[in-house]
C-alpha cells in the first residue's frame, strides 16, 4: 500500500471529522446523505490502487458479497460504488470522496464553495477552510512519484473488480 497516499487521505479525514465537530449544528454531512455521490468521477491510479489493495484485503465471504452487490445495477447517474444511499468502498474512498461537505477554497481564483446544505448561517472561518489546490497538488505529487497519475472511472474500477 502507498504510505503518501494513505496519510492524504487519512488526514483528509481526520480535517473532515475535526471540522464537522466544530460545526455540527451546521453540517448536514451523515451516514445515508449521498447528494455528493451523484456521478462517476474519474481517480488516479493510485487511489485506485488503495481500492483494489482494501477489496482484496477482505474475508473471501465479504469479498463475494460485495461482488455479488456490485453486479447488481444501483441508481443510474449515481456514483457505481453508492448502493442503499451507502458507500461500498468507504474505508477506502479516495481523496475527493473525503472532502465533500467541507469548506473548499481555490485560492488562485478567491473562491469558497460547499454543499448548499452547509453553513446556512454563513462562511466558517478561515482558518477552517480546505486549500483544494494545495491538496490536489500533494495528491498528483503522490500519484506522479509512484508511476500511478492515469486517470479511471470509478465504473471502469468496479468493472476491473467483478469479473
Ligand atoms: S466512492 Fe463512495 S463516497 Fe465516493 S462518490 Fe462513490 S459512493 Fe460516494
Redesign the pocket.
Known sequence: MNKPIVSLQENASGFFDKIHQKHASQMECRKGC?K??QTD?SIFEIEAERVTDWFKAQAPEEQARLRELWNTPNQQSY????YNDQ????EA??L??RTQGLPLFVASVNFLDYCPLNFKDGDPPKEDWLNLERMNTLLSFAASNAGLDKRIR?KKLKELLVP
Open positions: 449521498s455528493c455521490c468521477i456514483c457505481t460504488f453508492l458507500c461500498t468502498i468507504y474512498r479516495p475527493i470522496c470509478l
